[in-house]
């Protein structure tokens, strides 16, 4: 489910999830609430992103946009773009 697959579009992938997200904060720093708030704008809209992601996947992207060193946090708890 973290890598697109044969069975697994990339628009259902925590790879392409990381990908929308890193839109979002790459316009300022925002907090984990508040992208979950953005991306909730999108999830159920079909012509937008064609995948429904949950919380948890929010939440396993930006670790995985982390571990791979392009996000960090502040000291406001805010998420940004190195």
């Known amino acids: 489910m973290i ?3 044969k069975h697994i579009r990339l628009s259902e992938s925590i790879l392409g999830l990381s990908g929308v997200l890193l839109s979002f904060i790459v ?3 925002v907090s984990l609430d508040a992208l979950w708030m953005e ?3 999108i999830n159920n809209s079909k012509d937008l992103f064609p ?3 949950t919380f948890d996947d929010i939440v396993l992207a930006v670790n995985l946009l982390f571990m791979m060193g392009i996000i960090n946090i502040n000291n406001r708890k805010e998420i940004y773009k190195i």
Do not use: D, E, V
């Open 3 to 5: 890598l697109p697959t």
């Open 39 to 41: 991306y909730s704008k």
């Open 27 to 29: 316009k300022n720093p």
């Open 51 to 53: 995948a429904y992601h």
